[in-house]
């Protein structure tokens, strides 16, 4: 039977790169490979189940094809989602079954969409400047591409040879015509977009034996490299994998990228695509991987929403293929267990055998401290996480001095976002957006993603004067980067990284040093945030701290507006924000302490000769309730150079045997600038009753150049960008 | 050993009770048995892992005994706690293994305790009318009793009859004297205070064969029955094991009531406790349990805090020992598998084994409707669970016609729930207070639990021209219940419960109707709200949906009040809420849709001629963050009789396999009332596209009388209270 197919499909091959099909999800070696194991191992079992269940409610039946008319959310719109989802599935159980129940559906659907397709000029709700013709943007039918393409490779040794040629011609080359040619500058864009439009056409032409759709995939619509699949892995990816647009969105683009390699190393595996820029797919999966949180949340850099995890879909379908073509990997075990259902492919089939002979596997991925830079080259900045502690008690501070990441892009330059205890303590709130639900704005990105979210006053960095880094201009935002000056993030005792950035300001230069410090006899780090602001002009600078808990307590005394709410501000950010108390600062330092899920943190603060704080809320000049009512703690002062220097602190337990309450209490009892100029920043904190002296040298790396300050009528040398001492002992060793 | 042991007991006994010890938790017999499975069974394995771990800590060590000083929170009170469980824990260990270093250390404590406790006057931080000594309120002094009182029993064979005397008359004797004597009357209240005070001076009397105690535990300070134990057992249940202060308490008061109950048992089998009142004690447990959402936390009416769930110690214990006493419950192994520990006794080792021999264990308790009576004689009213649906899709709606339940009770009368796919939708606030948070206010209840909490406000019942139920008076509250007028929970279609209430306010009688309606075709529940209120004057009604969740859409605009908030009201509950926006309806329904949790809520209402309707949100008059920033959904009206229609809808699934929404849209296009007068309601609401027709007859329960109403030209008759039809067909059978 297979080659007696396999003839017809040569007899009747149009193309020169005509080939044994299905050639592009996986071939017919391998699906025998899923078949005989589905009884023999417990995950793949039940995911086939499920897989079943899904197809065969629609056995039979007439399934709906509408001529487009809803954006996100309404009905043709979802339908449209759930066919292609539909066809790629029934196309697998038939693969898998043999059963042609299945491939007649999906042959039904595939002649209606040939019908319609050819129909179709710019669909009715089109808002986007690359607007679809099946969906309301040109993404969806990327989409559409890409699993229709998988589906019609898995059924082609199943359809009439005037079939094959209705399909492609009907519900295929309007499609690719219109991104290659009438939108040829959005398909050639270095953009996660143009990646799915890519792999879209790339998967069709290996489905179609088409070989100008696999070139103008791989090497843009005018074939000369300048875009297409291999610009994109070249472009969009630093060199250890960091993804410029974020985590987030490595989550949705790391299908297309996983989808269209894996039907090139089918179809054309002297490419070696997996191989391809020193493995940067295989790079690219763990590096977004590193940045989740326990609950395999993707940190929300950027536009992220924040319920998406490594659960899934596109990372389902990455780590079984990463799997299957990289070769076992204990570390995505955890991972493909939360998961908790595998592909069916040689991959899926791998892990749910390997997490049957595995007695124990543990709770979460391997997350230790990593620095991915950003940038084709990897010299535009980047991202450090700085953890510390293990399992449950993981804490992870995450330190931005990125590019802008594109259209999805924060003006968030210096930021830092905290997770503890397995929950987001100080936050970026990510972007304003319902996904899915189409009263929100047909589920797109809600106004507020730009108004409020991507401000620099919803981060926990400074903002000068009410306005934006780059005033909130992407163009220029785009264009810079901060730089590093130093870091260490591999060492027990002090981890650290200093970036400086010049450019989000005018006249204003600021430079911060995080350190991530083990004290001798604390059970948890302690974080030491330096942050200095350097001008000539008198300025404002908000620094605030975007908590997510309950206030417990100040060590001060504010004003509640308890009677009457008014917006922090006017614009960029600040009109939504509700002040609900403030108070004035002298020159002593300010304590404030949360609670969140049982934990308290502590943010002790100096910042020179006065500072007014702020507590706020959001919801105001939120007419549609598009914002969450998450509170802020603002510090604002103003001045000429002003540097503030934060101690975080995580504290408290709480044991569940003995219910018992303890470490309610901050451990710092006073933070002392020493100094604080154009050499060194030197802070002593008086914690746990005794000093902790942090020197922080106000330079680039200084590699091995030694530097003494004075300290208590003692000499202090050391060689280095800092210095860290507790209780009189040296700790950054 | 064992036999000589028991000889010194008798030679030495001073009173006329002297038995073998222990005696009190368990026997020597039955900690042979727990340690003879230790390695047999996992769960047991683990769990005395676990308490071996956090008592060998100790070991060796010189314990802390300070000289009481703060409240709930700090040193000296979360040192006491720690030190009883550390007490009763070494206890534990010394019986399972026969160290004497574990009777060591608890002698050593108890001989700091008799030396400390005699000289304790009222402790320095007591502000509540029951002083404590060693801790700030005489509860807490009664949880020492309690675990005192069974460590001493477990290491009583170990000490000499000097050392006995000793700890008897020093770390016993002023604490059960103070108890029974200064606060005898509090003692002899019917509270779970008094419960906690009872088992702390029974169990001692066990513990230390003192008949004298353990009669007044029993019987009142008195022994004329009037008080103690089985006054408790006879006045704070229900027949059907109803606890009258809700759920949540039951929780608390389930560990003495269990703790005591077991020693008794173990001490005086002859009194039966466990049959005591046809299994009292089993149907408290049983009781509580039925009144858990799927994540396991109790029903927050009352002063609840939402994050006690029944995985807490105290129905550890209590579930163990059901399971010894009462024999297996099948029913209760998803929840031993979600507690992940048992205790050191014969049920802890019958439970673990039983999950070891489970090949599976069902996710959640086999959760049903069930009524619940309220008061001894099950006469006073009660509390209603309706529910629908199976496993995740369980909806659970709260209907509650019960006493007040004492001093943590609410002005509910008539107050709706509801819990939806595993989540709180419509809420009790609970009570206001962080509980072991010594910066808030010691952990105590704070002001805002009686200020806002408690008030009707706070409800999703009727507030009568901004007053709570009863003026917010407890002693009127406590006098009165609303009256049942009929109910049927036990039915596949509808299910309903009809409630009345005429004294909470003094011209305004209300009647409520809650029909929980399975409508053919639709996957969900649709509830049926009808709220009656008949005054001969005009009055103002406001009904609020607290409601959880993310506002999506109304189907009328409103104002947003967004550049300047102010509170809703000046007093009862009302100056703690901020109105962000309002809106004026004519006649027409109101459509409110929310999103919790990826499922959509539709609130849609008629309620006469006009309403006024707000949008709040907490926080207003709250200078110390004490209150969760949670909305509510306020429909005001204002008249004489008035009746809200409201139908609350659950609605929308996503589907994670192809990531698809769907049902994001009410399907109630309409309500309309066709009758509201003393003989029937009768509405009629368009549901998907059909007529669903409900009369509700307005008087007590009506037997089988037949009733006739004219519908559309139609008679219809029908027997009983109220009649349901969909697309006409009868839907109440």
Redesign the interface.
Known sequence: MKKILFAIAILFATTLVAQQHPNAFANKQEFAFVKDNITKTALLQQSYA??KA?VDAWLGKDIDVPVPKDPA?GYTH?KH??NY??MFHAGLMYNITGDARYALLVKNMFLKYAALVPTLANHPEATSSSPGRIFWQALNDANYLVYAGLAYDLIQPYLTEVERKTISEGAFKPEVDYFTKDLSKWFDLIHNHAVWACAGVGIVGIATDNQDYIDMALYGSSKDKSAGFLAHLNGLFSPDGYYNEGPYYTRYAVLPFYFFANALNHAKPELKIFQYRDQILGKALKGALEQTNLDGAFYSYNDAIKDKTYT??EVVYAVDIYWQVYGASADLLPIAKVQDRVIMSKGGVEISKKLDDSKSVPAYYPYKSIEFTDGPKGDEGGVAVIRSGKGKNLTSLIYKYSTHGLSHGHYDKLNINLYDNGNEILQDYGAVR?I?????YGGRYLPQTKDYAQQTIAHNTVTVDEKSHFNGKESESQKNHPTKWYSKVDSTNVQVVTAFEDKAYKDVNMQRSVFVIKVPGASKPLILDIFRLLSATEHQYDLPFNYLG????TNYKYE?Y??????LGKKNGYQFM?K??GARIGKEMSQF?F?NDKRFYTVSSVSGDSAEIF?T?L???????NL??D?SYVIRTKGTNKTYVNAIEIHGD?????????G??SAVADIKVLQDDAAFTAVEVSYNSKPLLAISVNSPAAGDKTFTYNYNGKAITWKGNYYIQYDNKLLNK
Request: proline share 5%.
């Open positions: 499920d897989l899904s959310g979802e989602k759930a989802n539909l899934s879909n319902f899915g639900i189409e009263q929100k309950y206030v417990i307590s509640s308890k009677a009457n709410l008014k917006p509700w609900e108390a302490t609670l507590f809320v919801g105001a000049n939120d007419p549609d309730f969450r009512r509170p709480y044991s569940t045997i003995n219910e018992v309450a303890s309610a209490y």
